[in-house]
Each structure stands twice: as C-alpha cells, then as structure tokens.
C-alpha cells in the first residue's frame, strides 16, 4: 500500500524524549497487533449477542460475534464451541447449528483535525495524512462489504461553536462518506482540540441513532470508532472525561481504534492507548518518528483487524415454550478461554382451540325402521389465536367413550350410532358429542364445549285386538256334537279311574306310604340340585335387578364368581326366559378372586350387549362397574354388587 510521498525528515533535538516514548509505544502495540494465537496473548473472548429473531417461533435465530482481546474476529468456531443453557431450569438448550456470516460492520470515523495544520510528518502537512489514511480505510473495507457495512464520519476542528465540521449519521453509501473525506484539506482549523467532543458526538450516533432504522441495522453489527487524533483535548480534564468516554464504550460494545497522527507527549499517547486497549481495540502512531514501511504496515494490520469484525456467527435451536419472554444463557468456549451472554427470546405459542360443527346442539336423530340409526357427520373446527396453523391431532368422543381420531385436517369424521333395538315404547336417547385436540408443539391439550344431540328410536307397531261375539251354549253344542261326545266319556273314564284308586289306596296302604317317602326324598334331592345350580343356597355376591321388559321389577341373584345369563334355564343360571330377543346363553359374568373385579362377556350373540349404552366388544372382557346398565333383547338391567336377594322359596 503507498501511502505517502517524500523523505523522511530529520526528528528535531526537542523531541528526542518523546520519540523514544513514542518508540517503545510502538514497539508494544506492535506486538499486540499480531493475529490468533499469539504466545503473548492474555486474556479470553469477547462474546456479543447482535440479534435474537423469535418471528418463527418455536424457531430461533441468534447474531452473535466472538472478538479476541486484539480487538480482531473470531473465526472457525463450530457448534462445539457454543452452548445454550435455560435460565428457568438450567436445561441444556441443543443448538441446531452455526454458521459463520459477513453481516457488516457499523462505524464512526473521527478525524480530530485540531492543531494538525501545524504539523508535519513524512513531509506532508497532517491534515492531508489524514484524509489520505482515512481514504485508504474506506478502500480496504469496500472490498468485502457487499452493501452491509455503515460508515459515519464525525470531524472536530477546534473548541468553539462550530466544533463539529462534519457530521455524516451512517449509512451504507460509502461513496457519501469518502467524498466528503476530500473537503478535510480546505476546513479552518483551530488551534485547540476537541478529542472527547468528537467521540462522544460518535457514540451518540453508534448507540442513540435518531433513525430507527439506521438504528435496527446498528444493533445487528460489530460497532467501530476509527479515531485520527494527536490525542489532545484543551476543554476537558484527560482523565474524567476518558473514564466516561470509556464507560459508555464497554458498555455499548464498542471497540475503538486509534491513530495517532504526530507525536505528543505522555499524555496524549495515554488518552490514545488507553481508549484503544480498555474497548479491544487497537492502537498505531503514525509519526516521522516511525520508519514509513513499518508504519504501513501497521496500519493494514489495523484495518484488517477492523475488517474481520464483520464475520459473526447465525446460531439456530429450537425451543418450545409457551407465551411469553424466555432467557437463556449463550456461552462461548475457546482454548483462550470463555464468555458468557444472555439471551432473551420470545415465544407467541398459544394452544389451539377446538369446536364442532356438527351435529349442532339439540339436533335429533330419528331410527324408523329396524335398520341401525343413518350415520352421523361430525366435523371439528381449530383455531390458532397465535396465528401459526400446524396439523393437531383431533379425537372425538360419544358420550366420554373415543371412536375416532384424526391427525390432519379435514376435521370430519362419520359415526355410525349402534344400532338400538325397538320396544314396545318410543325410546329417545340421549348423546353428547366431544372434541379433544393435542398440539404436538406445546404438548397441551384443548376440549370443545360438548353439543348435545337425541337419538329418537320408533316403538314396535303393536297388533291389534279384535273382540268377537261369544257364541250360546246351544249354538255351540250343535256345532260340536263329536267334541261334546268325547267330553262326556273322558268325564266318565276319569271317574271311574278315581273309584278304582280309592279301592286300591284301602287294599294297599302300606306300600303305598313307602312310595310316598321315595318320592319325598327324590324330590328334596332335586330341590337342593337346582338351588346349588341357581345360587340360592348361598348367600348372593350381587344382583341382576330387571328395571324395564317382560321381567322388569325382578331382582336376579348373582351367587358364584361366574354365571352365565340367558334364556335357557339348563345351560344359564340366571334365566331371562320371557325375553324372546335374549339368547339361549347370552352373556357370562365373571368376578375375579383375589381383586374382587367384576367383569362381564359376551361371545357374539345375535342381538348384542350394551353396557351403559355402549355396545359390548364380542369376545373380550370388559370390566363391570357398579350400577352398570346392562340392555339385552327387551330387557334392562342394573347390575348391582353385594345386595342381599330375597329367595322365592325361603
């Protein structure tokens, strides 16, 4: 890089002491310029958050940049280097992964021209060394910015009331600023400088931007103050306004990069290195005193290092949590060391809502005919209130028992109603229709209001009865002559029959006595068979109560841990024999002996089994609760536990 022209004059008796000041600076800051790793670094990473974007919540996006204590860009750092931890639970955070990003740097140039006019180095007026350095950094960073970087210019000639030159806010035509870089050449210069005035008019701009755009792009990039300066100040004390100079910078994020043009004494070189060194920044003196080449290359070094702050890193992870602010803690890990940051984000997540459709609420449902009910559509609705639709997962019940559920829209399932058989009455059934929907992203579930609905079942047609005229004893007599006949002999047989047993019961007494007893005694032999089969020698563990039907009114006992029900009395014991809609052997009920559970089972009978209004699995049993409703063919049972029943023939 040419930078200059002319000879390098000799340095002047006066300021030999400074110039080995001056030396050793360099020296220092020499070496502190060297890139990563470095043997003499001291000191860990700087980790800074830029931006945190929740708009694709459960999805987030994190800007951060790692800066080395040089002042120079961390780079190469992989998702191994990073871990996010949740401030609420310290649960570790997964990140998906990280990739590195040219997001542009922000930055302020400050050309404190005061007293420069005066001063010469490489034989060139400062002043003119300042507009051609500040040029050349204007060149080294539009190599690589593709439009992302800002760059302002704040320029002080002096301590009066137009201090302030030039004043450019940021913005990413570089061309605005470079142009008005020309005009340093021609401004008045006064004579006392301004240094801190001029700073803290860059920091305004970097952290306070009236526009709040400039301002959102600011916040997304590595913040920079290129200071030119002799390190002179005329208006403030060196050290309070530099500690507060310096306050505002850390605290902003800001790094500072000075140049000193022309040589001063200690205390201009401390303003100067010090702004450097306390905000990762970096420092060179550009003074005859200096060789030229060394000079130089220094400064490329600088305005590398200023360069490398636009590399940051897009951290991506995943993080499912309901509305609200949420932190988490971002550290960074590096062989130099760590930093932390936290990190703030948003969630907008809320549960969906869901409602049904149809059937609408009261609707009825008619079953005219011996055929099952007309199936019935039944159709959800879900709704987002955060306005981010995702496929739930609906399941819909019928009076609390599921029967069916469906994981992506359409919402509409069609039920068929089991089917009802018909009595001898109008039956009218109620049913309530329900809704459930599961959010996979925030693990919640939602239940619709529940619609109300009746199912209306028609009444057998019942035959009618048609009286007719009885006929007179003479009318039938005629028209049943043979049938009268017949009568009148069996009549006389059976009396004959009875004179011959009472003659016989005289003459045979005695052995007739013995087979009285034989019969008592098979009799009694049979009565005891039936009661141990029926359970009526025991006391009941439960009941069958009969509350609608051919037997309603009944109270059946329960007496062995299984028993079958049905209409025939050999292969059931409990009998429902009048019910000509109930099976032979209908279904079986079963208590268990160590859980005391009742259970019942139907192995597939024609008409079915209902339990609660419920249709009763074929061939699985299913646990019998207390007070269960139990429908077969015509008739209705409440199955009872442990109720004593009274016996038809104590």
């Known amino acids: 890089m040419q930078m200059f022209k002319g000879n390098v004059e000799m340095i002047k008796p006066t300021w030999q002491h400074a110039s080995v000041i001056a030396a050793l600076a360099s020296l220092i800051v020499g070496t502190a310029l060297l890139p990563y790793p470095a043997a003499a670094q001291t000191g860990g990473p700087t980790l800074e958050v830029k931006q945190v974007d929740s708009t694709r919540a459960p999805d987030y996006t994190i800007t951060a940049s790692v800066v080395w204590p040089d002042g120079s860009a961390a780079s190469g750092l992989t998702a191994q280097n990073f871990t996010l931890t949740n401030l609420a639970d310290n649960s570790p955070i997964p990140i998906a992964n990280v990739e590195s990003d040219n997001a542009g740097i922000g930055a302020i140039i400050v050309a404190d021209l005061a007293g420069l006019n005066n001063t010469r180095d490489y034989n060139v007026v400062n002043t003119e060394n300042v507009r051609r350095v500040a040029q050349q950094f204007m060149q080294a960073i539009s190599a690589n910015s593709g439009g992302k970087d800002y760059v302002g210019l704040v320029i002080t000639t002096g301590t009066g009331d137009n201090k302030i030159a030039a004043l450019v806010s940021p913005t990413n035509d570089l061309g605005a600023v470079t142009s008005r870089l020309e ?58 306004i530099r500690g507060d100079i310096l306050r505002r910078a850390i605290e902003a994020g800001v790094s500072i990069f000075a140049v000193q043009v022309n040589q001063r004494g200690p205390r201009e070189f401390t303003n100067m290195s010090a702004l450097a060194a306390q905000t990762n920044g970096g420092y060179v003196l550009l003074d005859s005193s200096v060789p030229l080449a060394q000079a130089e290359e220094q400064l490329r070094a600088l305005y590398s290092r200023i360069d490398s702050q636009r590399s940051q890193y897009i951290l991506r992870f995943t993080s499912i949590r309901p509305a609200g602010e949420h932190s988490a803690r971002l550290t960074v890990n590096t062989p130099l060391g760590s930093d932390t940051a936290e990190v703030r984000f948003a969630s907008a997540l809320r549960p969906p809502t869901v409602r049904l459709l149809t059937p609408l609420e009261g609707e009825t449902f008619f079953q005219e005919t011996a055929e099952p009910a007309p199936p019935i559509t039944i159709t959800a609705q879900v709704d987002f209130p955060d306005g981010r639709a995702r496929d739930v997962s609906i399941e819909f019940f019928a009076n609390g028992t599921s029967i069916g559920r469906l994981d992506a829209p359409p919402y509409e399932l069609v039920w068929q109603p089991p089917k009802e058989d ?28 529940s619609v109300r609905t009746v199912l209306q079942v028609a009444s057998v047609p019942a035959i009618p009865f048609v009286p007719t005229e009885a006929p007179s004893f003479d009318q039938w007599l005629r028209q049943n002559t043979a049938l009268a006949a017949s009568l009148c002999g069996l009549a006389l047989i059976t009396l004959g029959l009875i004179a011959a047993l009472i003659i016989m019961n005289r003459r045979y007494s005695d052995q007739f006595a013995v087979l009285r007893a034989n019969m008592s005694k098979g009799v009694q032999s049979g009565i005891r068979m039936v009661t141990q089969r029926l359970g009526l020698n025991r006391q009941p563990i439960a009941e069958l109560k009969v509350v609608s039907g051919p ?47 009742f259970y019942i089972l139907d192995e597939g009978t024609a008409n079915g ?15 019998l609760p207390e007070d269960a409703e139990i429908e077969v063919g015509m008739t209705k049972l409440i199955f009872q536990q442990g109720r004593r029943t009274q016996r038809l023939n104590p």
């Open 551 to 597: 037997m309603a009114g009944t109270s059946l006992p329960v007496g062995a841990d299984t028993v079958w029900v049905g209409r025939d009395p050999s292969q059931c014991e409990v009998v429902l024999m009048s019910d000509p809609y109930v099976s032979s052997r209908h279904f079986q009920i079963t208590r268990d002996p160590v859980t005391q559970q």
């Open 183 to 240: 005009t340093i050449p021609q401004l008045p210069v006064e004579r006392t400088s301004a240094l801190f005035d001029g700073l803290n008019q860059a920091l305004n701009l970097l952290t306070r931007n009236p526009d709040a755009a400039t301002r959102e792009a600011l916040d997304q990039r590595r913040k920079i103050i290129l200071l030119f300066s002799d390190g002179a100040d005329n208006k403030f004390s060196d050290e309070g």
């Open 422 to 449: 018909r009595s001898v009455v109008t039956k009218t059934l109620p049913y309530a229709f329900q809704a459930i929907a599961t959010d996979s992203y925030l693990g919640t579930t939602s239940n619709s209001p």
């Open 609 to 623: 089994t209902r339990v609660n209004r419920m249709p009763l699995p074929i061939k699985t049993r299913t646990p």
